[in-house]
């Protein structure tokens, strides 16, 4: 990985924004002396402030100590006992929020459910004890290949409740990608469904399943769930169906006295190798950490009607719908499809519809709503939002104008959350009653969270000097390790400015102490804030008979934030061609998913490379994104590679 020592920012940006009138005067933090004196104390006594946090959750057993750091090595509330399930629920029904509405869903094809706190324990009780009955054990891994759908949320949360860590993988994923989860994870059980919509079409999920099963893995069971009754294959003895196993089995379920630093699940993530991580994020430090950002820069109140449109097949899903605002005893909002069904006002109908007052969604969506014309949301009554949030990548300040415009209508903070997959919650982000907003910058760190920008040798960066993102500090959601590489992970992470927590973002941090990030300094590609790592791509290429070589590179994109653009070499004997290209791309499509497939491919005869025999994607970027190369090429072994590869296209 190469991390440039410094890096330029040429971003200016002079509006501010203070909170909407009204807005600090209901908040939890209403000001920035309140804010800077919380900060300070839980920098100061990190210890102090969590115990503190970590009264208002439920403890079976209460923790000896607050924190156990041997970098890379964390344990946080350690000996203490608790369940994250019995926190979203049993805690919130003993608060009197049983008869509250938990989740308000509806389908794309414009059905609706809604469950109380209590029906949501009940159906996770019985399905826990369906899973047990299935021989699932505190310790299993649970594979999850699920659409946007109640059921989602009550699998993850009975998983939490017996201790068996979920892995949940996105339902755009392709048969292998979830194959080599399964596998790496040596996981036993998958819950699925038969299918999913999405965009008026059925998502095939059992038969994705079906083919990654038939890929020699460990899976012994398959639960079905019956969502669009679309005709699936039926493997008897491993397939089950949800209902089936459901019925009858009792409504109350004992929680599992779950160890403080007993694994909650893993959740895979791409990095710099063609092997995605399997993220570990555990119990203790998980739950109090998600509730409490939640409550706090979300400003959850009882009232709310929060919806993050994420799926919760990313981290934002797993975070942010479940753990985080359940723990809040909220009324949280689920869709299950896509924003441009049956039109571009779907998501301003369903706010409008069930009254949402916080709305949680990604710069892309942003762009690619504001694309379709202001007439759309100027349709649509919007005045029961109160707040807005943004995540998965840096929003650009037009896009941020529009969204506080268009949707908010001068009246919502936006929160610019700033984290990753890793750290399990939001780590840098406004509070929402007491900041000053600057469009397109996440503000500044969360109580607890020590961020500084320093170059590659671990110096911290004067203000304005763009440079490395790093944590100086643990902090309670913090990635315990890769799911068996600890070795990957010390290096990773805490090895490349020694022992502090490496993000692979590049930053600058103004004179007001405001961070403005300003994307991966690594070889991960933000596609409409989803990560991809373009050795993943070049890997699934590979793995084409056609391809002798591959690189793939990320280019800018006026949607999607970022797009891939991929340069193949083929093997001796083989011809380019339109429908080889065609071939190629639906083959990364089977490989990994539609979300990696690059929207630009060439052939070359060779990839440029420097005499130590590495790919110059640097020059490969700006041919991609520019259409011809001015960089310097002076470590470049072959020159009449570029030449042929400007004259390919
Ligand atoms: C990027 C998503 C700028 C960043 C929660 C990070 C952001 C990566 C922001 C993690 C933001 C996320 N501003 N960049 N508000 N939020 N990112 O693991 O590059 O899917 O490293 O987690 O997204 O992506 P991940």
């Known amino acids: 990985m190469s991390a440039p020592d410094t890096i330029m920012s040429s971003m200016v940006e002079t509006r501010e924004f203070p909170p909407p009138g009204g807005f600090a005067a209901q908040a939890h933090i209403g000001s920035v002396a309140e804010y800077e004196r919380m900060y300070k104390r839980s920098i100061e006594d990190p210890e102090a402030f969590w115990a503190e946090v970590a009264e208002n959750f439920h403890w079976f057993r209460k923790f000896d100590k607050v924190l156990d750091w041997r970098c890379p090595n964390a344990q946080w509330f350690v000996g203490g006992k608790t369940n994250v399930a019995y926190n979203c629920l049993d805690l919130q029904i003993e608060r009197g929020r049983g008869n509250h509405t938990a989740i308000l869903w509806e389908g794309e094809p414009g059905d609706t459910t809604t469950l109380t706190y209590s029906e949501l324990r009940t159906e996770v009780c019985k399905f826990a004890n369906a899973l047990k009955k299935l021989g699932v054990k505190k310790g299993d891994v649970v594979t999850i290949y699920m659409p946007m759908v109640p059921e989602l949320t009550v699998a993850m949360l009975a998983c939490a409740r017996i201790g068996a860590p979920h892995s949940i993988i996105f339902g755009g994923f392709s048969a292998t990608a979830i194959a080599d989860r399964v596998h790496d994870a040596n996981s036993k059980i998958i819950i699925t469904a038969d299918g999913g919509w999405r965009r008026g079409k059925i998502v095939p999920l059992k038969d994705n399943v079906d083919a990654a099963v038939e890929q020699g893995t460990s899976v012994e069971t398959v639960v079905v769930l019956k969502r669009c009754e679309n005709e699936i294959k039926w493997t008897g003895g491993r397939d089950h169906w949800w209902h089936d196993l459901v019925e009858g089995e009792a409504d109350a379920c004992e929680p599992e006295q779950c160890d403080a630093e007993d694994l909650l699940f893993i959740l895979y993530t791409s990095g710099t190798t063609g092997k995605p991580k ?113 995540v998965g990548e840096p929003i650009n300040p037009e896009a941020w104008m529009w969204y506080y415009e268009k949707i908010g209508r001068k009246n919502c903070p936006i929160v610019d959350t700033w984290w990753q997959t890793e750290t399990g919650g939001i780590l840098i982000s406004p509070l929402p009653g007491a900041f000053t907003l600057k469009p397109g910058s996440a503000t500044k760190p969360f109580f607890g969270i020590d961020a500084a920008v320093m170059d590659s040798a671990g110096v911290v960066q004067p203000d304005n000097a763009g440079g490395l993102l790093v944590i100086r500090k643990p902090w309670p959601a913090m990635l315990r390790g890769i799911y068996g590489d600890m070795e990957r992970y010390q290096k990773q992470y805490w090895s490349q400015i020694d022992g502090k927590y490496f993000t692979s973002d590049a930053c600058r941090r103004d004179e007001d102490g405001n961070f403005w990030l300003m994307g991966r300094v690594d070889d991960v590609i933000n596609i409409s804030g989803h990560r991809i790592g373009t050795a993943e791509v070049e890997s699934a290429l590979v793995s084409h008979p056609a391809v002798a070589e591959a690189a793939v590179v990320g280019i800018p994109h006026e949607i999607k934030g970022q797009a891939l653009a991929a340069f193949v070499a083929l093997q001796v004997g083989r011809a380019a061609g339109d429908d080889l290209k065609k ?27 420097t005499r130590s025999g590495k790919i110059m994607r640097r020059l490969l970027k700006e041919l991609a994104s520019t259409g011809e190369v001015k960089g310097d090429t002076t470590t470049l072994e072959d020159f009449n590679v570029i030449a042929s590869l400007r004259d390919d296209d």
């Not at 990604?362 to 807005?388: F, H, M, N, V």
């Open 278 to 390: 399997g993220i570990m994020h555990t119990t203790a430090g998980y739950m109090v950490y998600t509730a409490y950002t939640a409550k706090m820069i979300f400003d959850l109140k009882p009232d709310d009607v929060y919806w993050c449109t994420a799926d919760i097949g990313w981290i934002t899903g797993h975070s942010y719908i479940t753990y985080g605002p359940l723990q809040n005893g909220v009324t949280v909002l689920m869709y299950e499809g896509a924003p441009n069904q049956p039109d571009w006002g779907r998501f301003w109908e369903i706010v409008q519809k069930h009254k949402a007052t916080i709305f949680y969604t990604a710069p892309t969506a942003i762009r690619a709503l504001a694309r379709q014309g202001d007439e759309i949301p100027a349709k649509y009554d919007l005045s029961s939002l109160r707040l807005l949030g943004s």
């Open 583 to 609: 071939e190629l791309l639906k083959h990364v499509g089977t490989q990994i998913g539609a979300i990696a497939r690059p929207d630009q491919l060439r052939f070359t005869d060779a990839l440029p490379k």
